[in-house]
Every structure is written in structure tokens, then in C-alpha cells.
């Protein structure tokens, strides 16, 4: 059986390539493996047959890289999901179109049964909370790319951490990454709540208004996303450090562990993964079982598309449970907007967030 897609944003993550990961000069103009397009390409069973944009021009660029025909480029998505009869959509569009593009695709004529969305899931706690609700009313399975977890490292190392307990009861978490908050660093916060299963209850924060990344992708609207950090305790008391103020060209994402059975340290960016096991009351190291080397962005982070596009396979023939849901990735997303709310308003916030609070909008490109 074929399964037929369609993508909503022709931008660098739908198949035309992402600042700071690949040849500036290739970016907007080839099309490029590691995004949805290229991850479609690589299943058996899925066809790319449409691509929806506002903007004409991008949106001929891409079509004639990833050999869409011209009747089936549709400028807004509204036309797309009004003509086509599509198993599954991509919403690849900034942030803050999230939430209208994910809604009025499920709800659509389209009927599509996965919608992959990128992330962060939205700008505001509010939309995403009710992305998930309208999937669930429409039996739609939403999808987020936090593109960490279709990784099979990181797939075995939660089995280690919250099913194995090589950790024990963790304690203590410290993560660092790159600015900014939305843009990058939703990788780093959404991996913390992957591995330990938990939800933030106490957030607090500090934002530091820089955002390099704007100068680079031309945006043509101010965006609030910056860098920023802060402390926050987990709902099982896990107490953590964050801290994403970093320029890119000296970052390092790390995460280190410490349970009251082993600690663990991972450093993505420079390939390095270290455990020790809590023995007779001495940290002894140990390899990680099942998980061979550390995880990096060549090895791990290039397959993660086609991980994830296989995924969306096994959910439309019914073969699998959505390890990347809305309901995950908007545990994320607090922790974000409880940076800004504590930030701004000097106090600690809890989550989850009161009503009024839901709505605020940290905008994103």
C-alpha cells in the first residue's frame, strides 16, 4: 500500500536545508536527506505527492527539487488540504503558524490520519494544548520532530534510565545548549522530560534577549525567542540546571545525571557519552548496555528524518504507539514559557500554569 503526504512550508527542515547544519550556499537551493521530504523519500511506502506555501517562488524551488508536479504546489495550505486526499501532512512552518496549520489540517478534507509537526509544538501552552485536543476529537495521531527521539541511542538509553534504573532515582540534572530557547534549545529540555518521564512543577527563570539567529534567516518579523535559562523541579523532585545562553560556534549540547545509583554525562555535540555505576559507594564506569559509541549529529541526527518518516509509517498502518506525542512535547514548552513568565515578572512559577498564563506566546522562527 502507498501512502500518500503532503508538506505545509517549503522552508530549510521540509527539504531545503537548515542554517548551521549544512552548506550555506546548498541551503534554499538543493534539496537536502535530513528533513521531512528527504525522510518520506527514504520509507517504502510513503509518496510525497504535494507541498502547500504562501510564497510562490519558494514554493516552485521546492517543488521542482523534490519532483512535485506544478498542479500539485498550492499557494496556502488551505488549497492543499481542500484538493488532496492525504494520509499524512508535515507542518513545517514557523512556531507561531503552528497551532492554526496543525488544527484546520486535521479538521480538513484532507482527513489525514498523522500529522508531523515540527517543533516546538506551538508558541503559546493555550494552542497546544488544543492541537492535541482537536487531534484526539479527529483520531488524528500528531507527531512532534523532537528528531532526538527517533534516534536509537537515545531510544536505549531511555530503556536504561526509566526501565532498567541504571541510574536509580535521579537527583540532579545540569543541561547546557545553544541559544535560543524556542529555536534550539526545546532539543535539550525535550530530551530531560524524554529520559526521565516527568513534568516540571516549579520554574524559575532568566532570559537574556540576545538571538543570534535572526540576522541569519532574514526574518522579516521580530520574534521573542532568545537565549535563557533558569532552575526547575520536576514533579518526582528531580532538581535541575538550564542553561542555553551560549553562542552557537562555542556550544555544547551536554546533559549530565546524577541518581542515587550512577550518574551518567552526555555530550552530543563532541560525541561523548560516560556512565558510572554507584558500587560499594564508588563510581565505577561502565559502558552503557546496548549502545555502542556516543551519539552525534552525523551518525545519529542525519537518520533521525527517516526514523521518524518510518514511524509515521508504522502509525498509519497501525503498527506502532506515537513515541513522540503533542501531550510530550508541550511538557517542553512550559518549561520555556515559565522562563519568560518568572523572567519577566520576577517570582517562581508553578506549572501547570493557570489559565490566563497558558496564552502567552513566546514566538519563534
Known sequence: MTYHAGIIGTGGIAGMGILGMHDEEAIGREKIDASHAGGYAATDDIELVAVADVDESKLDTFGEAWDIPADRRYVGHEAMLEA????????????????DHVVYAARSAADPSVVWCEKPIASAVSDAEEMVAVCDDTDTELVVNHSFRFTDKLRRLRDLVRDEGILGDVKSVSAQYRME????????????????????????????????????????????DAGGGGHVVMDDGTFVTVDCTIPRDVSSMTLSFIGTEGKLYMNNDDGEWRYWSLEDGEHVERSLPGIEG??????????????????????LGGDAENYSPGVAATRSLEIIVGFYLSHYTDSTVDIPLPGPLREVPITSW
Request: hydrophobic share 45%; with cysteine.
Open 84 to 99: 488532496e486526499d492525504l494520509d499524512a501532512v508535515s507542518v513545517c512552518t514557523p512556531s507561531f503558524l503552528h497551532r
Open 181 to 224: 530557547l524556542m529555536r534550539n534549545s526545546t532539543h535539550v529540555l525535550d530530551t530531560l522530560v524524554y529520559l526521565l518521564d516527568a513534568r516540571a512543577s516549579r520554574v524559575s527563570g532568566h532570559i537574556t534577549g540576545e538571538n543570534e539567529a535572526l540576522d541569519a534567516l532574514d526574518a522579516t518579523e521580530s520574534v521573542v
Open 294 to 315: 556516543a551519539w552525534t549529529w552525523e551518525s545519529d541526527y542525519k537518520g533521525s528524518f527517516a526514523n521518524a518518516a518510518a514511524h509515521v509509517q508504522e502509525l
